[in-house]
């Protein structure tokens, strides 16, 4: 048979493709979790980046009858297609989802994103997502849960860092449960965790200039040791940093979110 007719025959099921990040989920009780955070109410435009072999899909087309999935193997496309019949009704976009533009995919209503993501991408789908969080009302994705836990952090935990502040500048990061080696196959080398995200209401969010945000954060926690004057010697000195409300000599790690945003809308103010 060849690739295609094999990929085509029911009931095929592709071995796992390691640079596409594939690690499909069998443990019915996580998929069940999954499901039951997501919580798909009437309506709702429920989104799935890297469905794969249809672990979370099938189950999500169950509860809600109908979904978006955006999946890059095009060996996965025709299992998908034809295994969601008996589900519901499956809308399969074949893109690298980085190319996606979740804007014109929302359309009028907001769209609600999920996924158990390739973990070699997980920080850009995270911030592709970011740049259309005006558009998305939650999203639920598993990762590895040391990501998730940098991404939770607060600051004083060792783990607070650039992740954390760049997304809980945008969105609300909720932790919600860990997830074993063991629930995939194959099973991926490290822990995994499932995480909700919730995009602030623009007016919350409050950012001036997202550029110079973004550089503040990066500098400030480009060198942990470094106090804030002398990681942020490029963007500003010491006396903007004080007029900001902020100690000089105090390392990024000690800085709360709502800190970094009033820092860089001072310096943008001051035309930095
Ligand atoms: N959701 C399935 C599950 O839980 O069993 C599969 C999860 S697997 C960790 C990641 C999925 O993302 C795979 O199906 C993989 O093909 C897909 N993927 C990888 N890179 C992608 C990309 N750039 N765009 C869309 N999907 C991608």
């Known amino acids: 048979m060849t690739g295609t007719a094999r990929s085509h025959a029911k009931g095929f099921k592709p071995e796992a493709k390691k640079h596409l990040g594939q690690h499909f989920l069998h443990d019915g009780g996580i998929i069940a979790m999954i499901v039951q955070a997501v919580d798909p109410k009437p309506g709702d435009h429920l989104v799935e980046i890297g469905p794969g072999q249809g672990a979370i899909t099938f189950p999500l087309l169950d509860r809600h009858g109908e979904l978006t999935v955006i999946e890059f193997d095009r060996d996965l496309i025709f299992p998908l297609t034809d295994g969601a019949r008996a589900h519901g009704t499956l809308e399969v976009i074949h893109r690298d989802v980085l190319t996606v533009d979740f804007t014109a995919l929302a359309n009028e209503d907001k769209i609600r994103l999920v996924g158990n993501l390739p973990y070699n991408l997980s920080?850009?789908?995270?911030?592709?997502?970011?740049?259309?969080?005006?558009?998305?009302?939650?999203?639920?994705f598993m990762l590895q849960k040391e990501v998730v836990d940098r991404m939770a952090a607060g600051p004083g935990s060792k783990v607070f860092g650039r992740l954390s502040v760049m997304l809980q500048a945008y969105c609300q990061v909720i932790a919600l449960f860990d997830v074993p080696p063991g629930a995939f196959r194959p099973p991926p080398k490290v822990d995994s965790a499932v995480v909700r995200m919730i995009p602030h209401a623009p007016d919350k969010i409050g950012i001036v200039d997202h550029a110079l945000f973004a550089r503040v954060v990066r500098d400030a926690f480009g060198q942990r040791r470094k106090t804030l004057r002398n990681a942020l010697s490029q963007v500003c000195d010491g006396a903007a940093i004080e007029a900001a409300g902020l100690r000089p000599d105090a390392r990024a790690e000690q800085i709360e979110v709502a800190d970094f945003v009033r820092l860089a809308n001072a310096l943008a103010a001051s035309g930095a």
């Open 123 to 140: 920080s850009p789908i995270l911030f592709h997502a970011l740049d259309h969080a005006a558009v998305i009302r939650d999203m639920h």
